[in-house]
């Protein structure tokens, strides 16, 4: 059971990733072929859990270095019209934005729910419902965006509006990363834009240091991106 959950928020998290990346390039390929691309993206992302997993006994930060590689490596294939680098610097914008909000929505789930995060983590029951709930959000919010940059895209030349998205991604980046890390945290305007960077690129080094108990690099039932059932 445990695996299958994984496996459906692989896809999930698969698909998210290319809806994010549609904000920002073109399909290579069009229909049946650019799914089956994504089909492989998935099996790349699942087989890099796995491998980590039974072989390198969870280490998160590797894990998290295989997923991005994965990624990486069949959007490479799935776009055309982007560089590679800035293919790169997208796909950890996107996995550091949604692990940021997975970490959000699991100190939210705890405090509605009146438990600290290992008693949280103990209930089954709770932590399924808290994953299809942030899944589901996450597959809402990422679709969400993608058709208001795709928008703005139709109304701009190419160029611009990838610039255009470039900088609201990076506000949005700002924004959420630093509340994810401390509700107590309140930062001027012009310190989002400076901190901007470095907190997307460390932001999982706070969160491992901050709170274990909610990015745990072990075992089932870990609230934080991927983390649910090691996924």
Request: aromatic fraction near 12%.
């Amino acid at each position: 059971m445990d695996a299958l959950i994984s496996l459906v928020y692989t896809i999930i998290d698969s698909v998210c990733v290319c809806l994010f990346l549609d904000a920002f390039a073109l399909h290579r390929w069009k229909n049946h072929r650019f799914l089956v691309g994504v089909i492989v993206q998935t099996i790349l992302m699942y087989a890099s859990i796995e491998f980590n997993a039974a072989f390198l006994n969870r280490n998160q930060i590797i894990k998290i270095l295989l997923i991005l590689l994965s990624c990486f490596i069949a959007a490479r294939a799935l776009y055309k019209n982007i560089t590679g680098k800035f293919l790169l610097f997208l796909i950890i914008i996107e996995y550091l934005l949604t692990y940021s909000l997975s970490f959000a929505a699991g100190m939210l789930a705890t405090a509605v729910c009146g438990m600290d995060a290992q008693t949280f983590q103990a209930d089954k029951t709770l932590s399924l419902i808290y994953g299809i709930s942030y899944y589901s959000a996450e597959l809402f919010i990422i679709a969400l965006f993608r058709k208001i940059m795709l928008q703005r895209m139709t109304s701009r030349p190419r160029s611009h509006a990838q610039h255009s998205q470039l900088i609201s991604l990076l506000s949005i980046s700002m924004r959420i990363v630093c509340n994810a890390c401390d509700s107590t945290l309140r930062y001027k305007r012009t310190q989002y834009r400076r901190i901007c960077f470095c907190w997307l690129l460390h932001s999982h080094f706070y969160f491992k240091h901050r709170n274990p108990l909610f990015i745990g690099a072990n075992g089932i039932c870990r609230i934080g991106k991927r983390t649910i059932i090691d996924a």
